[in-house]
T-cell receptor, first 114, second 115 residues
């Protein structure tokens, strides 16, 4: 069955600390991979996506993610977090071909403290 | 570009009552999804439409949930009768069908509380 695992339920960091959120997936076939972010009171927004090519993808607000096919992983990173990065982060996957729906992980809540 | 519109934003009902949610996707997006997001969990797909046809409703509890997209544009999700465990945020999303999937755009959701 298709699934996404996010290892951390809640992460608390100080401003300027580095961030890495883990994501592993189980999905038959070639995949598209996504990180969505949900700021407090707002809707889910796309942070970055991977379809093919360079496994290191850069998104908005200084975020990046690396696709490691052998590990079925797509970890999210940011070298220096800001208070405004406080949000819920969701990893998602869908099939590379066709119009298949996104399968989401449970999410990781990031709290950045001053 | 206008985003995905959902209404209402909040709804409180008693168990065994019925409730309906409305979604208007981004113009030109043929694919529409309804997701259920229970507190502390990620969104779970309930149903996917392509135009006015159902693509996937395997996870929709059909004994109480129903959804329609009659004209291939806006959609309604209904719960009848509601149970306590239906308390969740109901998210609508849409995507464009081109040569390939690009991304899904989400609405702000409807937060349902069943008491």
């Amino acid at each position: 069955a298709q699934s996404v695992s996010q290892h951390n339920h809640h992460v608390i960091l100080s401003e300027a600390a580095s961030l890495e959120l883990g994501c592993n997936y189980s999905y038959g076939g070639t995949v598209n991979l996504f990180w969505y972010v949900q700021y407090p009171g707002q809707h889910l927004q796309l942070l970055l996506k991977y379809f093919s090519g360079d496994p290191l993808v850069k998104g908005i607000k200084g975020f990046e993610a690396e696709f490691i096919k052998s590990k079925f992983s797509f970890n999210l990173r940011k070298p220096s977090v800001q208070w405004s990065d406080t949000a819920e982060y969701f990893c998602a996957v869908n099939g590379h071909s066709g119009n298949t729906p996104l399968v989401f992980g449970k999410g990781t809540r990031l709290s950045v403290i001053a | 570009e206008a985003g995905v519109a959902q209404s209402p934003r909040y709804k409180i009902i008693e168990k065994r009552q019925s409730v309906a949610f409305w979604c208007n996707p981004i113009s030109g997006h043929a694919t529409l999804y309804w997701y259920q997001q229970i507190l502390g969990q990620g969104p779970k797909l309930l149903i996917q439409f392509q135009n006015n046809g159902v693509v996937d409703d395997s996870q929709l509890p059909k004994d109480r949930f129903s959804a329609e997209r009659l004209k291939g544009v806006d959609s309604t999700l209904k719960i009848q009768p509601a149970k306590l465990e239906d308390s969740a945020v109901y998210l609508c999303a849409s995507s464009y069908i081109g040569r390939r999937f690009t991304e899904a755009f989400f609405g702000q959701g409807t937060r349902l509380t069943v008491v």
